[in-house]
């Protein structure tokens, strides 16, 4: 009983990914400290507001908080943009190099359904070779 387990527990993937989700955990807090601590109050200087989270109004005794939802909104773009312009364009920069020392063909873009089941389809209609 205990031997599987241990199997499962020190197969790479599992192990890749309790790290990842390590670093993964570590890492948002410096891309919210980014963007918190310097993205954050940049928009602030240039627009003039930095936290929109008393906006509201009220219909029928209710509140509507659309301040807090800006907020999010803004913050979720800043994340995203800060991830991909300082974590993916790197990453893919590096690994396009990479190939290139190595010789290998470029990343190709993946192709569309359309041209996938096109693919297929010829695939279908050319006999099998006989052996």
Do not use: C, W
């Not at 310097?38 to 200087?45: D, G, N, Q």
């Not at 999010?72 to 690994?95: C, G, R, W």
């Amino acid at each position: 009983m205990f031997k599987g387990f241990k199997k499962f527990v020190m197969r790479g993937n599992v192990v890749d990914l309790a790290v990842a989700f390590v670093m993964g955990a570590a890492f948002v807090a410096v891309v919210n400290s980014l963007v918190n601590d310097l993205l954050t109050p940049l928009i602030a200087a240039i627009f003039g507001k930095q936290d929109f989270s008393a906006l509201s109004f009220t219909i029928h005794h209710s509140l509507f908080r659309y301040g807090a939802f800006i907020n999010a909104v803004i913050s979720f773009i800043l994340i995203a943009a800060t991830l991909y312009f300082f974590v993916v364009a790197p990453l893919n920069a590096y690994n396009d190099r990479k190939r290139r020392k190595a010789g290998l063909p470029q990343a190709e873009e993946p192709l569309t359904e359309v041209e996938l089941l096109t693919q297929m389809r010829d695939l279908m209609r050319t006999p099998p070779p006989r052996v």
